[in-house]
DNA sequence: GATGAATGAGCTTTCATTCAT
DNA sequence: CATGAATGAAAGCTCATTCAT
């Protein structure tokens, strides 16, 4: 009587991956607007309908892969804020976030794409619940810089606009390594956090 | 009894001054792909067609359009370079940067502009041009910081390098303005070059 | 060990069954266009590929349904019409069909479906077929209207004509009545076949 | 300087009334759902798009085109109940629709449209703004229906269901001459109004 | 030069139909 | 026999570009 369930499932778990695998790459690249469905089908290697079975639409779509995005790296965030010094924690995740960058690996994309959705001033309705994720981000590394700063690590100022500031640099450098490619070697932590130490 | 040579050339170099003013208003704010051609003639206060007089497509207006800043920049670093200290000059291209960023001037519309058409990586016929112009300014602030190295102002390394960096800096920066509005206070000039003093 | 030949006929049957009440209520409810072979599929509770053992296409199956409506109406008033007098036998038919409409019982919906193949002026392949079939259930009750003049019960006429506009009638107040729902209260059989006693 | 105003209007309106026509003819044809922008297009002899420009949606063309029907047949209705007595208004207005019905004249197709949009259960926005146009054309046929039983020219009964009873059977006679074209010719006004002088 | 009506390619989305399991 | 994932044609709609005036 036809595939099991747990086929089925598996079947349906194995597209939605490569969906989502395909719609990262692509919306990276070239941004929302300039990409089509069709081009996700095809880095997909599958067809264009297929994708409605699993995302409502290509704003979900998008939507989607930006909210995990921001949800996994806050959460990042505040375990390490929770494991170790300040200090310490932003440079462990600079350093996680500049490799990725510099390997070009799959978080690298999902950075991108924040930064994309970041200047994304399209009517995405989504996009307001958006912006509070992000927000929660920034507010998330906001509370490890004042913990450090309270420590004595990180210099003093507005904790918000430190980390709205951070987040610019590493903003600028995935772009840029998204712009040069090999041509561009991404700085160390160090260069990266060093405004936060100066005086 | 038609015009004079001189009054119809002034005409059509005043048309294409609308023009170019309103497209590059256009897309700073909304992107290539989200901006149309009525946009801008609108914003020009005239009609599609007559965009095609001075500009073959849209894509040549955009190519255009982040020419003329990345040429402008250049120039201005170069004149810079020359007229004082590579430290004193970067601050202030730094500053200028930043103050029109913060204040959202013209100059800062055209920031926004390279930044968004580095990040355009859609088939740009035009984009390998615009790609060495920019390789000339990330070159030409290459040579400042080079400078700079020489007379024991900057830190040693990589001169293109920490160009590279200083306009990921910029880049980031000016997205994180475009994204967060009056919750984003640009950063101190000083704070955007610490790096290059580090150590 | 299989089934025996049987059982697998009643299982087939009563799928059949199923996917011809499902069709019958989502046709009628929403139009030839606006249903899906997922709808019906829902609606008989399987899935759509199943439709496709019995049914070689949607328009098969709308046709199909039709086909048997139509049959069944002739074959009532063929019935009726041997078994008492045409007025009589009118009335009762009427009768039947404005109660049905009334109560949006089962018939009902075979009626409105009829209504809608009649509109549905699209390329449905088999519907000249079908046209056939009509024209057979217009004829049946012409003959059974000639009957009832040639005994003085109905008014003189072209008894086809006569039949047209009583099915015109009858078609008008089930779209009347779907439209209108409650707010409407179908008129007698009286007033329907006021016109064939006049003078 | 280009065409004047007057012809961009002049051309402006005799492509909006060709597309007019070519909707009203599609629809009326094929309905709602099955007739497509293309079909409008090449029945209006221009490109897709150009409807766009006088058309927000096929929606929007759709209920403009049943909005204006309804609107004139209100308006024919109040016209004529000052004029005459109730019965020969009556008389006049079923004599013009079912000589238009039997013509196949503009005026007809328009009222197919009408009794399209009753059957089109399809969720139309601006559907319920379109039964209360329907509402009013039912309403004031009614008013006149009353007048006319004041007057002892009709029989009683609810004036309202009378109203819909007449307009069941002329959107009956439209549908059932859309179906059998030349093979039907339309009943005479007399019969369609008999259930009024019923008794 | 200047206009904006007109075109048509291309986009997102839906859904009848097929077919591996 | 039965499933529903997968396909792909076709729909509604947008917009860069052209061209008669």
Redesign the pocket.
Known sequence: ???T?E??DQ??A??REKIEAAGLACFAQKGFAL?????I?EAA??????????F????ELFARLVDDTMTEMTETIRFLDAESSPSRALVQVTDGLLRDIQANERISQYFILMTRSLLALEPLPQMEELQKIDLLLFRQAARLIERGQEQGEFKPGDPYQLSLFYFSIIQGIADMKLFMGDRYIVPSAEDVMVFLYNK
């Not at 990409?35 to 081009?39: A, F, L, Q, R």
């Not at 290697?45 to 699993?54: A, E, M, V």
């Not at 409502?56 to 704003?59: D, E, G, R, T």
């Open positions: 009587m036809a595939r369930k086929q089925t079947m349906s194995a597209t990409t089509s469905m069709k081009d089908a290697g599958i067809s264009t309908g297929l994708i409605y079975r699993h409502a639409s290509k704003q």
